[in-house]
């Protein structure tokens, strides 16, 4: 049983930048990849970014390509989300998620996941 926690949510204005992190309870973080997604008001959940056990592979949303930077301290059980020049598109409830896949960006293949922390875009 892996428990997520994500903080670092909140209002920032259009071009500005967030850090989310997620912490994960449990002695076997590092034996999983790490997703991050996103759900607007009246859409489904989409895959954002991940990040495999070791830290050494990522992928990205091609529109978060460039601005969304994910990386994992697997000492500290906690993995982050860099966001940077946010746009009022990327306001949304973020997600982290832990997978045992070596790989994915489909949410119906992540095992265990947090509680959400709103990120909201000002423009």
């Known amino acids: 049983q892996v428990q997520l926690v994500e903080s670092g949510g909140g209002l920032v204005q259009a071009g500005g930048s967030l850090r989310l992190s997620c912490a994960a309870s449990g002695r076997t973080f590092s034996s999983y990849g790490m997703g991050w997604f996103r759900q607007a008001p009246g859409k489904e959940r989409e895959f954002v970014a991940y990040?495999?056990?070791?830290?050494?592979?990522?992928y990205y949303k091609g529109s978060v390509k460039g601005r969304f930077t994910i990386s994992r301290d697997n000492a500290k059980s906690t993995v982050y989300l860099q966001m940077d020049s946010l746009k009022p598109e990327d306001t949304a409830v973020y997600y982290c998620a832990a997978t045992r896949r070596q790989y994915s960006t489909s949410r119906n293949e992540y095992d265990y996941w947090g509680q959400g922390t709103q990120v909201t875009v000002s423009s």
């Open positions: 990040i495999s056990r070791s830290g050494g592979t990522t």
